[in-house]
């Protein structure tokens, strides 16, 4: 493995470039000090590489940060016996992170939505960041990036050029779907569901949508500026009749001889002789159950609704696929 050459000149797409911008932004963003353990896990470059190798690096890093004139002050850590390194803000000159606590809540917050999305990378760089600016992150139980759909990124397009989005939507216990033609007003999250809300052009009525429910691509159309959002919107409103219905779902189950006793137990009539059987049950929180109905398979299998049996297939090719 080669050596990094500290006689070399830093190049604006070497890694060694951005891992030592990093580690000075931390630095400086954590008046108390960071220890070299701290170090290693935040800033990218070190992380991932061994003990001896971030040793290394670090060392040289100090040596370059020195040879700028930026001295790293080192502070000693009684309690733990350790050392925690720093960088005064009055003998360096950045501009300083002009947001409220409001706005930085909101980053972190994107951040958690776009997690597990295409966005990935961005969302962890972006939380890398918030961390080295020392902005506390709060704890969340909440998993803000479940129900994010394909979809989102070309709503949150049209809502910000303000542009027409059309989209075929298929209702609750509807087999065929509906044209929708959309001015995005705003997206808002409930437990387990995202949903965009705006005016539907062809009723002429304010409506919300369920993002999982929006089939094939949201097609963005007309000039930027077309409409203007409104100041004043009662969003609960708007959501409370659909997110009602998006939390209770009918599905129509066969399930085999000795199978599916958790479905049997929810049936509205008696099933307790566990013979072959066909019923209706009511799912409360669908997008919990789905998965554990998706597990009880080919014991429990789903007649109807085709959506539901369409996310069903979805999550048994996906757990073949990673297998």
Known sequence: MMEEDDSLPLAPNDPSTERLINLFMLLQARPRGVTREEIFDIVPGYRGSSDAASERMFERDKNILLS???Q???????????YRYTISRDRVLLPELNLTKDELKALYYASLVWKNSDLRESARELGLKLQTYGVETPNSDIDWSYGVTHHL?????????RRIVQFQYRKPQQRETDTRTLEVWGVTYRPTN?????LDRLRNEPRAFNLRRIIGECEISGSRNAYEIPDQIDVEALLNPIH????????TLRVAAGKGLYWRKLAKRDLSDLKDDTFEVELINP????????????????LEPLEVR?????LLTQAVEVQ
């Open 287 to 302: 997008l919990i159950n789905v998965p554990r109905l998706a597990a009880d398979a080919p014991g429990v299998v789903v």
């Open 244 to 251: 009602y219905a998006d939390s209770f779902q009918k599905v």
């Open 153 to 161: 990124p070309s709503i949150l397009l049209a809502m910000q050029d």
């Open 310 to 314: 369409e996310e069903i297939r979805t």
């Open 68 to 70: 700028a004139g930026i």
């Open 194 to 198: 995202w949903y965009v809300f705006g």
């Open 72 to 82: 790293i002050e080192v502070k000693t850590d009684v309690i733990v016996n350790d």
